[in-house]
């Protein structure tokens, strides 16, 4: 959890070094950069909080990449793409992608995840 910090770092320096075994990733309110296709590198994955960086990126990275994902917290970062590549993320429990550039329909999300309890999306 490095959240609230000055560290400002490409995330793909901290994926390399850890990425086959990493569960857990804070680094909310940092000054990190990057791209998110990065996560690919991180299968087992199950959390995640990018919000307020520079970090940007597809988010159909996690579609095919990070089965255990359950939370997904990726607001205020420079993330794009259309929310319908999350309906195979099916752990998913909370999903925040409000103020990205991210776009989709999200009642065909919620029918697709319906034990995620939170989807927030830009414009909702």
């Known amino acids: 959890n490095l959240s609230q ?4 770092v490409d995330i793909r320096e901290i994926v390399d070094s850890v990425g086959s075994t990493l569960k857990f990733l804070n680094l909310s309110e ?6 998110i296709k990065i996560m690919a590198m991180a299968p087992k994955l199950e959390h995640i909080n990018l919000s307020k960086t520079r970090i940007g990126g597809d988010i159909s990275v996690f579609s095919k990449n990070t089965p255990n994902m359950q939370y997904l917290e990726l607001s205020f970062s420079g ?5 319908d590549e999350l309906v195979h993320c099916t752990g998913l429990m909370y999903i925040n992608l409000s103020q990205t550039r991210c776009m989709g329909d999200k ?3 919620t029918a697709a995840l319906p034990d995620c309890k939170s989807i927030i999306l830009p414009g909702s």
């Open 5 to 8: 910090t000055e560290l400002q």
């Open 30 to 35: 940092t000054g990190c950069t990057g791209d």
């Open 79 to 83: 993330v794009r793409g259309y929310v």
């Open 107 to 109: 009642k065909k999300l």
